[in-house]
């Protein structure tokens, strides 16, 4: 089976970089042709993407957020990891890393497999 897991703080203060790390079991995320998302749910809404690198290494980001979103891969441990940088409350949400055919998607079901998810507060 395919697992994915979130780690990282769960804290962050504003103005800082957040850091998130997924950890890939079950499939490599070099080899095979997928999309490694990381979506995140803010409190009382919907999901929403932020971005992904694809098999090949190739990084997408939201428009919104492509000033201070970078991601980045481990191949050797098959870990990617997303950093937002200059976070402020409003970045606080439930972030999520999953694996689809689709790089950009806002969709529960064009994603595969899900991590369990990790809760990200910033706050001072």
């Known amino acids: 089976q395919v697992q994915l897991q979130e780690s990282g703080p769960g804290l962050v203060k504003p103005s800082q970089t957040l850091s998130l790390t997924c950890t890939v079991s079950g499939d490599s995320i070099t080899t095979d042709y997928y999309y490694w998302s990381w979506i995140r749910r803010p409190p009382g809404k919907g999901l929403e993407w932020l971005g992904a690198?694809?098999?090949?290494?190739?990084?997408y980001y939201d428009s919104s957020l492509k000033s201070r979103t970078y991601i980045s891969r481990d191949t050797s441990k098959n870990q990617f990891t997303l950093h937002l940088a200059s976070v402020t409350p409003e970045d606080t949400a439930m972030y999520y890393c999953?694996?689809?055919?689709?790089?950009?998607?806002?969709?529960?079901?064009?994603?595969?497999?899900w991590g369990q998810g990790t809760q990200v507060t910033v706050s001072s």
């Open positions: 690198i694809s098999y090949a290494g190739i990084t």
């Open positions: 999953a694996r689809g055919g689709q790089y950009s998607s806002t969709v529960s079901d064009d994603y595969d497999y």
